[in-house]
């Protein structure tokens, strides 16, 4: 905590000394109980404000509510309606959970953070509907890095309960409907936390406490860490990134058969160099679908 606010701190004196105009918000806003909040106008509510960096965010590929269309922007477009459906129950029948969506793979480096990403920036642009991108991957925690953000408490530190509650770990950020939880503290058992008792209530009260809120979770892989799966377990739907050409197909195999009785999964093909510049393209593949649990493998 105090590395972060030093780092606003010291970020903010820079800027007065460069002589820069102030931005109309502090980079990191720290309310704690060392700090009195400034023109807080709801202090009850103690939540911190980040800045994400919209111009590095589209220069790294990845969706900005605010840029022009993009080859990405189109791709999420597509990828994202399904999930918005299930999410708010408006299909044939509602999924238990269902704004509760976990982004994972069979193995790492398949771009689960990436996917997970781009799919919470893509959704920011729905009218009727707010985003919360919470970083669960234990073992190699990255959203904050790839945001450009400084880490600070979060997720674990909800689970053990030790400090604070979710309105004082929420980062607010300057895309209206975007809110994110970092990973939090690291800790010594930090991957069986993300199966524990304490992370089931949590999820419980995240996906009940805004029904207009869908939350999206960059997870461990599911042959790599058996607590992705139980983490599955308790989500509305599972998409599943897969590196096209790389994973093998037994490997996903093995992988959608670790989260069966999830009641929608979703099969998401990373498509690593399609395009004649090598680049990456995305798709949903082998015919999985989506909507209740009775008709999703086709
Ligand atoms: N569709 C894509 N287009 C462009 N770049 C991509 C795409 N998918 C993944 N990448 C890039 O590939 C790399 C690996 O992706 P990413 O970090 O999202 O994988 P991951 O599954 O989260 O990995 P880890 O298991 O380490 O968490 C990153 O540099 C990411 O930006
Ligand atoms: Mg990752």
Do not use: W
């Not at 996903?252 to 510049?277: F, Y």
Request: proline share 6%.
């Amino acid at each position: 905590m105090s590395s972060l606010i030093e780092q606003a701190a010291q970020r903010l004196e820079q800027l007065r000394q460069a002589g820069a105009e102030m931005p109309a918000a502090p980079v990191v806003q720290t309310i704690g109980a060392a700090q009195e909040p400034v023109n807080e106008p709801h202090s009850a509510f103690l939540s911190r404000r980040v800045e994400i960096d919209l111009e590095a965010l589209a220069a790294a590929g990845i969706v900005s509510p605010y840029a022009p269309r993009s080859q990405i922007a189109d791709q999420f477009r597509v990828i994202k309606r399904p999930l918005i459906r299930n999410a708010m129950g408006k299909g044939a029948s509602s999924i238990a959970h269902g704004n509760l969506i976990m982004v994972t793979s069979a193995l790492a480096g398949e771009g689960k953070t990436f996917t997970a990403i781009n799919l919470a920036m893509s959704m920011t642009t729905e009218l009727d509907y707010t985003v919360m991108l919470v970083d669960a991957d234990v073992p190699r925690p990255s959203v904050m890095k790839v945001l450009g953000l400084p880490e600070g408490p979060g997720l674990l530190d909800l689970v053990i309960g030790e400090s604070g509650d979710m309105s004082s770990m929420l980062l607010k950020t300057n895309i209206d409907k975007l809110t994110i939880l970092p990973i939090g503290t690291p800790h010594a058992r930090a991957t069986e936390l993300l199966a524990s008792d304490a992370m089931v209530r949590l999820l419980d009260e995240m996906a009940n406490r805004y029904p207009d809120r869908i939350i999206i979770f960059d997870s461990p892989p599911l042959l790599l860490t058996t607590e992705a799966r139980v983490l599955a377990s308790h989500m509305g739907q599972v998409v599943v990134v897969v590196q096209a050409g790389r994973t093998l197909q037994s490997e996903v195999r093995q992988a959608l058969a670790t989260i069966e009785a999830c009641p929608v999964k979703l099969l998401l093909l990373n498509q690593a160099r399609t395009g004649s510049k090598g680049g990456y393209g995305y798709g949903y593949g082998y015919g999985y679908g989506y909507g209740s649990g009775e008709q999703q493998q086709a």
